[in-house]
């Protein structure tokens, strides 16, 4: 597999010579942080003042785990240890307020016209993301998208979060179709390990200056407008 550039700029993924997506999916799935929120950073500085404040030096790179689950990240600072991860986790509750995080991120900003656009195509949509369902349902509906999604999964409702396939799978099954008719779009190698897995179609967004490892995507696009132009 190799990338090309097309004349918009947009990296893509080509398998023998032929676009991958020249077949129409059923439906299109989006992480949320990262994707559709620019909330990659403020998540970060976040669970790096909520550390710093119990006296854990992390010792991994913060930013790299925004996408798994709080008891994942929580396990990752606490380094092994249950009795820290259950002290993490409890005090995260004071910090990561709804309430705070809409007040402190902002949409990317071709989000809307993109989600309104596959919309408008026709596409059954669905936000499938590691937070709880209500945590995303209220940031969906706070900036105004909840009217766009026809489902909406979260990582408390299936056993597995990402980069397991339990939530590319149970929205493939809300939406009646198969996970090869589904294509998830997301912005971490959990997102395309996730889909990978769950035998869909992942489609990674990869923003200037970002560094990626990880799975190999079937597309890669610098940011959601990359996908009007495959889909």
Request: charged share 25%; hydrophobic share 45%; net charge negative.
């Amino acid at each position: 597999m190799g990338n090309s550039l097309d004349q918009a700029g947009v990296a893509h993924e080509v398998k023998g010579g032929k676009d991958l997506l020249l077949k129409k999916p059923k439906a299109i799935a989006f992480d949320l942080d990262g994707t559709i929120v620019d909330s990659v950073d403020y998540m970060a500085s976040t669970w790096l003042q909520l550390a710093r404040s119990m006296g854990i030096e992390p010792e991994v790179n913060i930013r790299e785990l925004v996408g798994m689950t709080g008891i994942q990240i929580a396990r990752a600072l606490a380094n092994g240890d249950e009795i820290l991860v259950a002290k993490i986790f409890a005090e995260r509750r004071k910090h990561f307020d709804v309430d705070r995080y809409i007040r402190s991120v902002r949409l990317f900003p071709e989000s809307t016209r993109v989600l309104v656009e596959l919309r408008r195509r026709g596409y059954r949509m669905a936000l499938a993301s590691s937070a709880t369902t209500e945590r995303v349902r209220r940031i969906a509906s706070a900036f105004g998208l909840d009217s766009y999604f026809d489902v909406t999964v979260g990582g408390d409702e299936v056993a597995g979060s990402k980069p397991a396939p339990d939530l590319i799978v149970e929205v493939a099954a809300r939406c009646g179709i198969e996970t090869s008719e589904l294509v998830y779009v997301g912005d971490t190698s959990y997102d395309v390990e996730a889909a990978v897995a769950a035998k869909a179609t992942a489609i990674l967004i990869l923003r200037k200056d970002a560094n990626y490892v990880g799975p190999q995507p079937d597309l890669t696009i610098s940011s959601l407008i990359g996908l009007l132009d495959r889909l």
